[in-house]
């Protein structure tokens, strides 16, 4: 069974940095290209960034560019969301996703799985 399992949400203060892991079984997130959403209340959906399959290149949107950094660990079949300098306006359920023909890019419906998510508060 293909999973994908978030962790590492917690609540942090304003300017505090998290790491969310994002962990696959049942197949091979190194041939995949993983990506980071989150959603937060009443908000849409949104796209954070991305680590390509094969080369590792990452992607980032603007809002988050210099503040997120993705990773990946192929010996732990996990990719990372490294979070720096949180705003409380980054409070969301944080969510990964895989993609085979997917690079470059956080559109979520050309993910082929997702998890369930995980809660990152950020408030003081």
């Known amino acids: 069974q293909l999973q994908l399992v978030e962790s590492g949400g917690v609540l942090v203060q304003p300017g505090g940095s998290l790491r969310l892991s994002c962990a696959g079984s049942g197949f091979s997130l190194n041939y995949y290209t993983i990506g980071w959403f989150r959603q937060a209340p009443g908000k849409e959906g949104e796209g954070g960034g991305c680590?390509?399959?094969?080369?590792?290149?990452?992607y980032y949107v603007d809002s988050v560019k210099g503040r997120f950094t993705v990773s990946r660990d192929n010996d732990k079949n996990t990719v990372y969301l490294k979070m720096n300098d949180l705003k409380p306006s980054d409070t969301a359920v944080y969510y990964c996703?895989?993609?085979?023909?997917?690079?470059?890019?956080?559109?979520?419906?050309?993910?082929?799985?997702w998890g369930q998510g995980t809660q990152v508060t950020v408030s003081s």
């Open positions: 996703a895989a993609g085979l023909a997917v690079r470059g890019t956080v559109v979520l419906a050309q993910y082929d799985y």
């Open positions: 680590i390509n399959s094969g080369d590792s290149s990452t």
